[in-house]
């Protein structure tokens, strides 16, 4: 299982550059899409929950296991030449860029490994895993006993202990600085299946720099 858990970190590594190569490679066809500057968001929130259980903090030396995002929604404007760098692809890199860096920054005693690359859900699991995150936003995931049932599984069977995903994020950009973000994030315990920590947001960003939005979408939906 050891050599397994390797095998899925490297598939990590080599996917992370794949898209990272991709995103850098892009060629904007408008001369002032890319200011070069790291976006200044001004924030205002719609809704924000937050819950986490007391005195949160993870067993040294478990496996944080990551899912990728279950459900990725990105519009823009039909008339758009600056949203060329905007796709459901690029916002999910970027939510799990800022997710990694947060969770180490958390948790630095925990390995974090990611789960289903591309969410090539393995036969044996597809039919459930899908099944059970078809109607996450029908139950409340703290209320949801099939849900805790199904991690709990899905820990043991992978010999993962942590599991952290994001039940949706859905992103609209509104015109050249500014976009709308709502987003539902949550970390589990599969040994008890109880969650330790939800964020809920849903906010409007507006870009303060003279350059459109082009990255950094997720920075303002972890905070």
Same mark, same amino acid.
């Given at each position: ?13 080599? #996917? @992370? ?8 490679? %892009? #060629?904007?066809? @408008?001369?002032? @899409? ?16 937050? =819950? ?18 279950? /459900?990725? +929604? ?5 008339? @758009? ?10 916002? =999910? ?17 925990? %390995? ?13 699991? #597809? ?9 996450? &936003? =029908? ?5 949801? &006993? ?23 994020? %859905? ?11 709502? #987003? ?24 303060? /720099? ?11 939906? +972890?905070?």
């Amino acid at each position: 299982m050891q050599s397994a858990i390797l095998i899925l970190i490297s598939l990590v590594l080599v #996917s @992370c550059v794949n898209r990272n190569d991709i995103v850098r490679s %892009e #060629s904007p066809p @408008c001369n002032d @899409c890319r200011s070069g500057d790291t976006p200044n968001f001004e924030i205002k929130i719609n809704k924000s929950y937050r =819950e986490k259980s007391e005195n949160l903090a993870l067993d040294s030396g478990e496996y944080i296991g990551i899912l990728p995002a279950l /459900n990725v +929604i990105a519009t823009h404007p039909e008339k @758009c030449d600056y949203c060329h760098s905007f796709s459901e692809s690029a916002v =999910e890199f970027d939510f799990a860029a800022k997710e990694d860096s947060l969770l180490a920054a958390w948790f630095p005693n925990n %390995e974090r490994v990611l789960l289903f690359p591309g969410s090539q859900v393995p036969e044996r699991d #597809s039919a459930e895993f899908w099944n059970i995150f078809a109607n996450l &936003k =029908e139950i409340p995931l703290n209320e949801n &006993k099939e849900l805790k049932l199904f991690l709990k599984k899905l820990g043991h069977r992978y010999k993962i202990r942590y599991l952290a995903f994001a039940s949706f994020i %859905e992103v609209n950009i509104k015109d050249k600085k500014t976009f709308d973000w709502e #987003s539902e994030w949550s970390l589990w315990d599969t040994k008890s299946g109880e969650m330790l920590f939800w964020d809920y947001k849903n906010l409007t960003a507006r870009n303060k /720099n003279s350059g459109p939005v082009d990255r950094g979408w997720a920075g303002v939906g +972890i905070l």
